[in-house]
Nanobody, 130 residues
């Protein structure tokens, strides 16, 4: 049974930092694309970072590069999103997602399409920046 459980929701002032975690179960710890997405009501889901767990390769879009980092703890099979220098516009519901194999994220070189039927999703966690 595949399960992704996010933690670390919270409120922070602009310029502050927040760390989100996503514990995966029912998945192996290697050869998985694990990614973070965020969504604001009325808008499309947007990817903010991905890691290919076999070699730790990561990709982040320009909108967050330099402020966010994504990493995977193989021993705990946990995906981590470290967010620094947060902006008000970063407020959203943040979701963890995972897909078996490296193809969906080009082995860590691209975000997986959020509409992919191969992605498993967590329940989401709210981040508010004020």
């Amino acid at each position: 049974h595949v399960q992704l459980v996010e933690s670390g929701r919270g409120s922070v002032q602009a310029g502050g930092s927040l760390r989100l975690s996503c514990k995966a179960s029912g998945f192996p710890s290697s050869n998985i694309c694990m990614a973070w997405f965020r969504q604001v009501p009325g808008q499309e889901r947007e990817g903010v970072g991905v890691v290919y767990t076999s070699d730790g390769r990561t990709y982040l879009p320009d909108s967050v590069k330099g402020r966010f980092t994504v990493s995977h703890d193989n021993a705990r099979n946990t995906l981590v999103l470290q967010m620094n220098s947060l902006k008000v516009e970063n407020s959203a519901n943040y979701y963890c997602a995972a897909a078996r194999g490296g193809l969906k994220c080009a082995w860590g070189r691209a975000l997986p399409p959020p509409g992919s039927g191969d992605l498993h999703w967590g329940q989401g966690t709210q981040v508010t920046v004020s």
